[in-house]
């Protein structure tokens, strides 16, 4: 059992407030009849193991839940860093939320990354 509680009846958002797609993603999310949790993780923070656990039910490595051409991250890492260790990439979006890369939706036991924010309302369109 994993970390993060899922319910079909209520989505789980994890987002940047601080990002255009982020905002504008949960505007459509905010339209769906489900229950929604936000998490906005420029005011929250989130745990390595719920990190893990979202890049699992994503079936992605950890490192591509990061945008390693945010400048944040170049200012602290380098173009070309080289970070093997999964728990190193724990570490930097933990001191790095910034470079999180796209907003997460989870319903249930499905996650997609949202990429485009009519990426939700498609999303929702299978759901319904």
């Not at 890492?77 to 970070?83: A, H, L, S, T, W």
């Amino acid at each position: 059992m994993g970390v993060i509680a899922t319910n079909d009846r209520e989505i789980k958002f994890y987002y940047s407030s601080v990002t255009s797609i982020g905002k504008q993603a949960l505007a459509y999310v905010k339209a769906s009849d489900k229950k929604i949790m936000e998490v906005d993780i420029a005011k929250t923070k989130v745990t390595g193991t719920q990190w893990a656990e979202l890049a699992e039910y994503l079936n992605l490595p950890l490192h591509q839940l990061i945008d390693t051409q945010h400048p944040d991250f170049i200012a602290a890492y380098g173009k070309d860093p080289d970070i093997k260790d999964p728990h190193d990439w724990l570490k930097l979006l933990a001191n790095c939320p910034q470079a999180f890369q796209h907003p997460i939706l989870v319903n249930g036991h499905t996650a997609i990354q949202i990429i485009s924010p009519s990426d939700v309302a498609a999303f929702l369109d299978t759901e319904s």
